[in-house]
């Protein structure tokens, strides 16, 4: 038995929504009424949850759909939000533990500083998309915008731990200052992915934009496309690192496909940015 | 009328030391008690403790370079908001509050004055317009004049005596231009050998252009500012701040200046002795055994609180090496004519050596320098830590056993560069009252302030007592503010503009003509729209310079 709880937008609100208040460990043990009367920010105006949505519980059964259920062993709800959500913003900000699915898009801040559990976004989302993330894993199948992973203004550490994957592109700064964790990008990433980073993966499969891992300290970015690196990143070798075999399976595992990715890659290696002491990597696939 | 009854009076400048007395407020005044007195209001402060608002002497809140700290620094803000609530504006900031934030922080304290220590006059009018939404505080900002090219251009000049007046002509008119209250000097001559692209500067290095020396310029201003009779002497940040060895040209300084009223502000900063390594040691025995024997001279001391700050200054080249040093963020400013200006984020930890020793040698020096009417408690906010942190600082002082466990926390060599496990002082609630209002009301020459007295203004603070002297000071029962009461048990009842102090120095009103061309060529604005008008002051209050 596994309880959803599904969240249908009655329509899209003129101003956005601050609607960190949903996520699976705030609705569990809630009546439908304590739901509707949630509270969501909208502007400087205090509203509850019922003024947007209209909410349905449900019981699902059944052996085989339990199997498929990831991380219910806290009895958590399945809580799932229908409707275009881009303007709702901070959904799944902090979340620990559950699953929370998104059939649509949905704006900022989404799974910011999140903690565990699993955030589907089955739409696009907008800016800082995991921002200060912790532990968990967000997959997202269209788009991200800008700053996925990345540290808010003025912190000096992004994305501490978990996964971002992300099919479609994904905007600028992916993965600024992160710390820990993995960012897949499906498809093309804007400028400077990797900025001032300090440890921790980013993949790109599809095109990059310029300065990539401009003021990295640590970590790696593999891209699979060729592209143009700054000058204070310098040429290593052409090898085929081991780790990439269980990275592609991992993402496998995790239902995200690479599609033209080969498990015998060979990478010509990258250190850099030598303005930052070039303990960081930047790998660049050699066999597309 | 409102009257306060049942507390533990402590006003130092007429000697009341915790008796229990009648305070009688009408209009803002503290009056005489008669017993025809219609009272409205009383407050009973029984197991309080009733002191004088608190005096900041050195802060840095309104201006330019603060406003630069606050966008500089969005981290600051998150986690730090107020949320607003009837009269009351919202804010944001910890090391670097919002404006209106930073006056009811102070006003939460117990502290109803506060100068804003750094003001370059092309910038005042920015300061001006902060501090009028900087509220249920009386203020001041601080002018400098210690890199400034007019000072400098004057003070080479070969006649002794037209020199002499035309720098006390310059020195009234950049004071009466920025609305300022005192002159203030940040390490004389340096900035501008840095803006030269040449190295630090001791006391006799000649800054070019002209080949002042430091020296000359501290002895000439001090002499000016004695003969214009300003109520604040020259507040002095001096040459060489942060680096090992200084506290030789800190009393060589100090030397130079023998006999003047100088101030010497952040001395903390100023007291540091020099390792074998070319570390630093402790200097404040040397330091508090000199002033010891001075008590022409004030202080205040910039004590390290651990934790966030935003250091800002318009020491540039010392902001310069900070940012190498940390690798932290920087903002460098050339202010045209008249100084520069740095700001660097910092994390001051006790497990840093540097850190542990700089903590150390604030609280010796507070507690070295035997007579408090010296010394004023100061964390030259936010450079050293937020003036939020003075409860704390007020408990080291008063609860040795409390200081010694912070101080076992330490980095582990710390004592083998301080002193402060020898020092056994604790502060009474007397003392506490002189280093936080009486000292810095009497250095500032603001009569009507820092005590409790028949015609002081009625600004009050009332603590209830309690062994943990931090909880005791960070939430005062009641504050009142010109005899009103605008805190109640740590709340914020009402906000209100408090009055701008200000200076009238006999000198000239308008700029000597040779150097209004020089300003013409030199500056980006006309000199015209130089001088803050009359209107950017709402509540102006003339302290007279006798
Ligand atoms: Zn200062």
Same mark, same amino acid.
């Given at each position: 038995?596994?309880t959803e709880?599904?969240l249908r937008?009655k329509?899209?609100p003129?101003?956005?929504?601050?609607?960190e208040?949903?996520?699976?460990e705030?609705l569990?043990g809630k009546s439908?009424?304590e739901?509707?009367h949630l509270?969501l920010?909208?502007?400087?105006?205090?509203?509850?949850?019922?003024?947007?949505?209209?909410v349905?519980?449900?019981e699902s059964?059944?052996?085989a759909?339990?199997?498929?259920?990831l991380?219910?062993?806290d009895?958590?709800a399945?809580?799932?939000?229908?409707?275009?959500?881009?303007?709702f913003k901070?959904?799944?900000q902090g979340m620990?533990?559950g699953e929370?699915?998104?059939?649509?898009?949905v704006?900022?801040?989404?799974?910011a500083s999140?903690?565990?559990?699993?955030?589907?976004?089955?739409?696009?989302?907008?800016?800082?998309l995991?921002?200060h993330?912790?532990?968990?894993q967000i997959m997202?199948?269209?788009?991200?915008?800008?700053?996925?992973?990345?540290?808010y203004r003025g912190k000096?550490?992004g994305?501490?731990?978990?996964?971002?994957?992300?099919?479609?592109?994904?905007?600028q700064?992916t993965g600024?200052?992160?710390?820990r964790?993995?960012?897949?990008?499906?498809?093309?990433?804007?400028d400077?992915?990797g900025f001032?980073?300090?440890?921790?993966t980013?993949?790109?499969?599809?095109?990059?934009?310029?300065?990539a891992?401009?003021?990295?300290?640590r970590?790696?970015i593999?891209?699979?496309?060729?592209t143009?690196?700054?000058p204070?990143?310098y040429?290593?070798c052409c090898?085929?690192?081991?780790?990439?075999?269980i990275?592609?399976?991992?993402?496998?595992?995790?239902?995200f496909?690479?599609?033209?990715?080969?498990?015998?890659?060979?990478?010509?290696?990258?250190?850099g940015d030598?303005?930052e002491?070039?303990?960081g990597?930047i790998l660049?696939?050699q066999?597309? | 009328?409102?009257?306060i009854?049942?507390?533990?009076?402590?006003d130092?400048l007429?000697?009341?030391?915790?008796?229990?007395r009648e305070?009688?407020?009408?209009?803002g005044?503290?009056?005489?008690?008669s017993?025809d007195q219609?009272?409205s209001?009383t407050?009973?402060?029984?197991g309080c403790?009733?002191m004088p608002?608190?005096?900041?002497?050195?802060?840095?809140?309104?201006?330019?370079?603060?406003?630069s700290a606050?966008?500089? =620094?969005?981290e600051d803000h998150y986690?730090?908001?107020k949320?607003?609530?009837?009269?009351?504006?919202?804010?944001?900031g910890y090391?670097?509050?919002s +404006?209106?934030?930073?006056g009811y922080?102070?006003?939460?304290l117990?502290?109803?004055?506060?100068?804003e220590?750094?003001?370059?006059p092309?910038?005042?009018?920015?300061a001006?317009e902060?501090l009028e939404?900087?509220?249920l505080l009386?203020?001041?900002?601080y002018?400098?004049?210690?890199?400034?090219?007019?000072?400098?251009?004057v003070l080479?000049e070969?006649?002794?005596?037209g020199?002499?007046?035309?720098?006390r002509?310059?020195?009234t008119?950049?004071l009466t231009?920025?609305?300022g209250?005192?002159?203030?000097v940040?390490n004389?001559?340096?900035?501008e050998s840095?803006k030269w692209?040449?190295?630090?500067v001791?006391?006799?290095?000649?800054?070019?252009?002209?080949?002042?020396?430091p020296?000359?310029?501290?002895?000439?201003l001090?002499?000016v500012?004695?003969?214009?009779?300003?109520?604040?002497?020259l507040?002095l940040h001096?040459?060489?701040?942060g680096?090992?060895?200084n506290f030789?040209?800190?009393?060589e300084t100090m030397r130079t200046?023998?006999?003047?009223?100088?101030?010497?502000?952040?001395?903390?900063?100023?007291?540091y002795?020099?390792?074998?390594k070319?570390?630093?040691r402790s200097?404040?025995r040397?330091?508090a055994?000199?002033?010891n024997?001075?008590?022409?001279? +004030? =202080?205040?001391?910039?004590q390290?609180?651990f934790?966030?700050?935003?250091?800002?200054?318009a020491?540039s080249?010392?902001?310069?090496?900070?940012h190498?040093?940390?690798?932290?963020?920087?903002?460098?400013?050339?202010?045209e004519?008249e100084?520069?200006?740095g700001?660097?984020?910092m994390?001051?930890?006790?497990?840093?050596?540097f850190?542990?020793i700089?903590?150390c040698?604030?609280?010796?020096?507070?507690?070295?320098?035997k007579?408090p009417w010296q010394?004023?408690?100061t964390t030259?906010?936010p450079?050293?830590?937020p003036?939020?942190?003075?409860?704390q600082i007020?408990?080291?002082?008063m609860d040795?056993?409390?200081r010694?466990s912070?101080l076992?926390q330490?980095?582990p060599?710390t004592?083998?560069y301080t002193h402060?496990?020898?020092?056994d002082?604790?502060y009474?609630?007397?003392e506490?009252?002189i280093?936080?209002?009486?000292?810095?009301?009497r250095?500032?020459?603001?009569?009507h302030?820092?005590?409790l007295?028949i015609?002081?203004?009625a600004d009050?603070?009332i603590?209830?007592i309690q062994?943990d002297?931090?909880k005791?000071?960070?939430?005062?029962?009641?504050?009142?503010?010109?005899?009103?009461v605008?805190v109640r048990?740590?709340e914020v009842?009402?906000?209100?503009a408090?009055?701008?102090l200000?200076?009238?120095p006999?000198?000239?009103k308008t700029l000597?003509?040779?150097?209004?061309?020089?300003?013409?060529d030199y500056y980006?604005?006309?000199?015209s729209?130089?001088?803050?008008?009359?209107?950017?002051?709402s509540r102006?209050e003339?302290?007279? =310079?006798?």
């Open positions: 038995m596994k709880i599904t937008l329509e899209q003129s101003i956005p929504v601050e609607a208040s949903i996520n699976p705030n569990k439908l009424k739901i509707y509270p920010w909208s502007g400087n105006r205090r509203q509850k949850l019922e003024d947007y949505f209209e349905e519980i449900t059964g059944g052996e759909e339990e199997a498929k259920v991380q219910s062993e009895n958590l399945k809580v799932v939000l229908a409707g275009d959500l881009s303007r901070r959904l799944g620990a533990a929370m699915e998104i059939r649509g898009s704006g900022f801040h989404a799974g999140m903690r565990g559990g699993v955030l589907r976004i089955k739409g696009n989302a907008a800016d800082w995991g921002a993330m912790e532990g968990g997202v199948e269209g788009s991200a915008g800008h700053f996925v992973g990345a540290a000096t550490q994305m501490s731990g978990g996964t971002i994957l992300i099919r479609g592109s994904a905007g700064m600024s200052r992160m710390r964790g993995l960012i897949a990008v499906g498809g093309d990433c804007g400077v992915p001032k980073m300090l440890a921790g980013i993949l790109i499969s599809g095109a990059c934009g310029i300065r891992g401009a003021n990295m300290r970590g790696t593999v891209l699979l496309q060729p143009r690196l700054l204070s990143f040429y290593n090898y085929r690192p081991v780790f990439w075999g990275l592609v399976q991992e993402l496998r595992q995790k239902g496909e690479l599609p033209h990715a080969d498990q015998d890659f060979s990478f010509q290696r990258f250190s030598a303005n002491g070039g303990k990597e660049i696939c066999s597309n | 009328m409102l009257k009854v049942n507390g533990q009076v402590y130092p007429n000697g009341v030391n915790g008796e229990v305070i009688v407020i009408d209009h005044m503290i009056v005489e008690p017993p219609k009272i209001e407050i009973n402060a029984s403790v009733v608002g608190g005096i900041e002497i050195h802060s840095h809140i309104a201006g330019a370079k603060v406003n606050r966008s500089m =620094c969005p986690d730090h908001f949320v607003s609530t009837a009269g009351i504006r919202s804010g944001t090391t670097v509050p +404006t209106f934030l930073t922080e102070y006003s939460r117990g502290y109803t004055t506060a100068f220590a750094a003001v370059p092309l910038e005042a009018r920015h001006h902060e939404d900087t509220p009386d203020s001041g900002i002018t400098l004049m210690g890199n400034n090219y007019m000072i400098m251009k080479s070969q006649d002794e005596i020199r002499r007046e035309r720098l002509d310059l020195v008119w950049l231009s920025s609305k209250y005192a002159v203030k940040v004389p001559g340096g900035v840095w692209s040449q190295g630090s001791d006391l006799d290095t000649r800054v070019p252009p002209f080949g002042i020396a020296r000359k310029l501290l002895q000439e001090v002499e500012i004695r003969e214009l009779k300003l109520p604040h002497g507040h001096a040459n060489h701040l680096e090992a060895g030789i040209t800190t009393l200046l023998e006999g003047y009223p100088v101030h010497f502000t952040h001395l903390q900063f100023h007291s002795g020099m390792t074998k070319g570390g630093i200097a404040a040397e330091i055994e000199y002033l024997g001075h008590p022409e001279f +004030t =202080c205040d001391i910039g390290i609180v934790g966030p700050a935003t250091t800002m200054t020491d080249p010392m902001q310069f090496r900070l190498q040093m940390t690798g932290n963020k920087w903002i460098n400013s050339d202010v004519m100084t520069g200006s700001i660097v984020p994390m001051y930890r006790p497990s840093v050596l850190n542990a700089q903590w040698i604030g609280l010796e020096l507070l507690l070295l320098i007579n010394i004023v408690l030259d906010h450079n050293a830590g003036f939020t942190s003075y409860p007020i408990r080291l002082l040795r056993d409390y010694n912070v076992e330490l980095h060599k004592v083998n402060l496990r020898e020092l002082r604790e009474s609630l007397e506490i009252a280093v936080t209002r009486s000292a810095p009301a250095a500032l020459g603001l009569s302030k820092g005590r007295g015609g002081a203004e009050v603070a603590y209830r062994d002297k931090e005791m000071f960070a939430g005062p029962a009641y504050v009142l503010k010109g005899g009103k605008v048990d740590g009842l009402q906000s209100f408090g009055k701008r200000i200076v009238e006999d000198g000239a000597l003509p040779d150097l209004a061309r020089n300003f013409a980006s604005i006309e000199l729209n130089y001088a803050v008008q009359d209107e950017y002051l102006p003339v302290i007279p =310079c006798i």
